[in-house]
């Protein structure tokens, strides 16, 4: 079978079924453990992913999970323990019905969309005239799954944004004649809220035919309200599995090892209207660029400044002339650090160690008269993987680490630089909730020590952190909101125009 006659499905539900629970396991683990030289990722792992079912995994960063997912679909050999598929030891075919969507994804990036379906899913795919072949399945993947995507099967994956990378990525986990259990690492962290809900109700259909779908995530949330049921991993074992009707997010938190207030941001934030007295750090006045329409804003020193609104509507064009100030349109006054989303593209030095890659750019004010300080270089490196709980070390390489604890270093470079402004471009995709609850406190401090905060989050919950908000639309500034008026309903009318903001 060749993948346009998908949908794929693995057994549908027998039609006197009784739930995820009477299900028989697609993939089980028994006493599963791996380790990567000393570091110990799994230390014995019992779990079943039944068919039908959504299955939650939830965690720390650096708990285990995608290690976990790899073994399970059979990327990487266990050290002990056994993997079975539909009951049975599992041998290479097997796992061919197992896919995933990886979180830093796996796409060649000078490659096309189609030629990357060729290379990943080949086996049900046509020898002849197999560009046209591959084309025409991921466009159909891609329209059943993200309707509006914008991604045409010829764009280089290089050219693309991340939000369309993840579609991509998801799209081409799907491209299988047989799918019994799909595991999802971190799925909606690049993807808007439309995608995400696109995908999700994707995802409900797949396990209507069958399917097992595996979801890694660390908005618990979204968990609960897709998952049958939740599971918890925990220095690389299972601790807890609970259906997710009936828990809340506080419940999983607490199962996840740390009763953690989920955090509203009330305050945390300055007095409104303290901003106008403030000396001004950084200001842009009438820039327009591609994508910007003449945007006015003002950043005081110690202020926190959000950059609201849907996707792609001029907010990382601010961060980016913010970075490189063109002289006739915006004034910068001190000096800068950049935390960007995309890691893989800008964030991570892949050959450096994890204190290497995080003191880069304070070396120069630690020098003294041009000469390095390495004892003085250690101890700030040690205070910051200390501070965030960077789990891996100092001495890492920095790829052996989780993609979470990967963010927290680059999160970690930009505030040892002595930057009066720091930038950030959603700077916690894939960290977890504990560790962002340390980093908005971490962003107050430093705000209250002077620096300037400029903060682009896809999550709207996030902006409750500032002190004021900038609404974008279509390039434009549509709203500012100031303290008490930060809220996620206000964001959303006002990207929607629903209560006319300023325009
Ligand atoms: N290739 C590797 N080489 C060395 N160590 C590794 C490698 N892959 C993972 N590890 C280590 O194994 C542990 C588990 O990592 P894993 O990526 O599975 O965690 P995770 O739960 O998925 O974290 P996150 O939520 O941050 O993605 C971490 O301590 C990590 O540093």
Same mark, same amino acid.
């Given at each position: 079978m060749h993948v346009d006659n998908l949908p794929a499905g693995g057994t549908a539900p027998p039609e006197t079924d009784t739930g995820p629970a009477a299900r028989p396991p697609v993939v089980t683990a028994r006493g599963v453990t791996k380790a990567y030289?000393?570091?110990? #990722?799994?230390?014995?792992?019992?779990?079943?992913?039944? @068919?039908?079912?959504?299955?939650?995994l939830v965690g720390h960063n650096g708990a285990g999970k995608s290690t976990l997912m790899r073994v399970l679909a059979g990327m990487e050999a266990c050290d002990t323990g056994t993997v079975l598929v539909h009951g049975r030891k599992a041998s290479a075919d097997d796992f061919r019905s197992v896919r995933m969507a990886y979180q830093e994804t796996s796409l060649c990036p000078d490659l096309t969309v189609a030629e990357n379906m060729w290379?990943?899913?080949?086996?049900?795919?046509?020898?002849?005239?197999?560009?046209? %072949?591959?084309?025409?399945?991921?466009?159909?993947?891609?329209?059943? +799954?993200?309707?509006?995507?914008?991604?045409?099967?010829?764009?280089?994956?290089?050219?693309?944004?991340?939000?369309?990378? !993840? +579609? =991509?990525?998801? #799209?081409? %986990?799907?491209?299988?004649?047989?799918?019994?259990?799909?595991?999802?690492?971190?799925?909606?962290?690049?993807?808007?809220?439309? #995608?995400?809900?696109?995908?999700? %109700?994707?995802?409900?259909?797949?396990?209507?035919?069958?399917?097992?779908?595996?979801?890694?995530?660390?908005?618990?949330?979204?968990?609960?309200? =897709?998952?049958?049921?939740? @599971? =918890? /991993?925990r220095d690389g074992a299972v601790t807890a599995e609970r259906p997710a009707a009936g828990l809340g997010?506080?419940?999983?938190?607490?199962?996840?090892? %740390?009763?953690?207030?989920?955090?509203?941001?009330?305050?945390?934030?300055? @007095?409104a209207g303290g901003a106008a007295a403030r000396e001004t750090a950084a200001e842009l006045r009438g820039a327009t660029a591609p994508g910007l329409r003449e945007v006015t804003l003002r950043v005081g020193k110690g202020e926190v400044v959000g950059l609201a609104g849907l996707a792609g509507q001029g907010q990382q064009e601010v961060l980016e002339r913010l970075w490189r100030p063109v002289r006739r349109d915006t004034a910068v006054n001190v000096t800068r650090a950049?935390?960007?989303?995309?890691? !893989?593209?800008?964030?991570?030095?892949?050959?450096?160690?994890?204190?290497?890659?995080?003191?880069?750019?304070?070396?120069?004010?630690?020098?003294?008269?041009g000469l390095r300080r390495p004892a003085e270089e250690r101890a700030v490196v040690g205070d910051w993987v200390k501070r965030l709980a960077i789990r891996g070390?100092?001495?890492?390489?920095?790829?052996? /680490?989780?993609?979470?604890? !990967? !963010?927290?270093?680059?999160?970690?470079?930009?505030?040892?630089?002595?930057?009066?402004?720091?930038?950030?471009?959603?700077?916690?995709?894939?960290?977890?909730?504990?560790?962002?609850?340390?980093?908005?406190?971490?962003?107050?401090?430093e705000a209250a020590k002077g620096r300037s905060i400029v903060w682009y989050s896809s999550e709207?919950?996030? +902006?409750?952190?500032?002190?004021?908000?900038? =609404?974008?639309? #279509?390039?434009?500034?549509? @709203?500012?909101?100031?303290?008490?008026?930060?809220s996620e309903e206000r964001i959303i009318a006002v990207s929607f125009n629903e209560d006319g903001g300023n325009d």
């Open positions: 030289g000393r570091t110990r #990722a799994l230390t014995g792992v019992d779990l079943e992913v039944r @068919a039908g079912e959504v299955l939650g290379v990943s899913s080949r086996h049900c795919l046509p020898r002849l005239r197999w560009r046209r %072949a591959a084309s025409d399945a991921v466009r159909r993947r891609l329209d059943e +799954m993200f309707p509006g995507h914008g991604v045409s099967p010829r764009d280089r994956v290089e050219d693309l944004s991340l939000a369309r990378r !993840q +579609m =991509v990525e998801i #799209a081409r %986990a799907c491209l299988v004649d047989r799918l019994d259990l799909l595991i999802l690492d971190e799925p909606t962290e690049s993807l808007g809220p439309d #995608a995400a809900r696109s995908l999700y %109700a994707y995802v409900r259909g797949l396990t209507e035919t069958g399917t097992a779908v595996l979801l890694i995530s660390h908005r618990i949330r979204e968990v609960l309200s =897709v998952a049958d049921r939740v @599971a =918890v /991993l997010e506080p419940d999983v938190l607490e199962l996840m090892g %740390a009763h953690v207030a989920v955090p509203d941001g009330t305050g945390t934030r300055t @007095a950049y935390v960007p989303g995309d890691r !893989q593209r800008s964030g991570v030095l892949p050959l450096w160690s994890v204190g290497d890659n995080l003191i880069v750019t304070a070396l120069r004010g630690i020098a003294r008269k070390g100092a001495e890492a390489g920095i790829t052996e /680490l989780s993609g979470g604890n !990967q !963010q927290k270093v680059i999160v970690a470079r930009a505030f040892a630089s002595p930057a009066g402004l720091v930038l950030l471009d959603d700077p916690f995709r894939g960290v977890d909730v504990h560790t962002k609850t340390d980093l908005y406190r971490l962003i107050r401090e709207n919950a996030e +902006m409750a952190h500032c002190d004021r908000v900038y =609404v974008f639309r #279509a390039g434009r500034i549509v @709203a500012e909101l100031t303290g008490e008026e930060i």
